[in-house]
């Protein structure tokens, strides 16, 4: 079960990153932002929102499957990886720098990622232990 989660997230977080990526590309591709028929014409034009709206949807599902199976705090914790692989990806797309700021906020947000996996397993295991006792 272990590999579905690791699987199933690394899904979930390349879908994401690829969907916020291409929103980004897309609407850089739009500037100027003019509310206009021009403006509209620019965006639908471009591959890249097109991208974007099929990556969301397949986020989407892939975060069904795995709250449907996976346990919600640590998902939740997880699915916010995220902003780290977004992070990551923007230095190499969007020439993008790792400030202190923002590379302290990665350690964080996986410092808190595995906290959360640590008191998942060790609730999983008083609860199995409990379950024994009776």
Not at 62 to 88: R, S
Request: hydrophobic share 60%; no cysteine; glycine share 6%.
């Amino acid at each position: 079960m272990k590999k579905f989660y690791l699987i199933g997230f690394g899904i979930l977080l390349l879908f994401d990153t690829l969907g916020q990526t291409s929103f980004k590309l897309a609407a850089i591709a739009a500037e100027p932002l003019e509310l206009g028929l021009e403006w509209f014409v620019r965006v639908f034009m471009n591959p890249w929102i097109y991208i974007a709206i099929i990556a969301y949807i397949a986020t989407f599902f892939a975060w069904m499957t795995l709250l449907k199976h996976a346990p919600v705090g640590p998902a939740f914790a997880a699915a916010h990886m995220e902003v780290v692989t977004v992070m990551i990806v923007s230095v190499w797309v969007f020439n993008d720098e790792i400030t202190w700021q923002r590379l302290i906020g990665a350690i964080l947000i996986i410092t808190g990622i595995i906290f959360l996996a640590f008191a998942e397993k060790q609730v999983l295991a008083q609860e199995k232990k409990s379950h024994q006792e009776y």
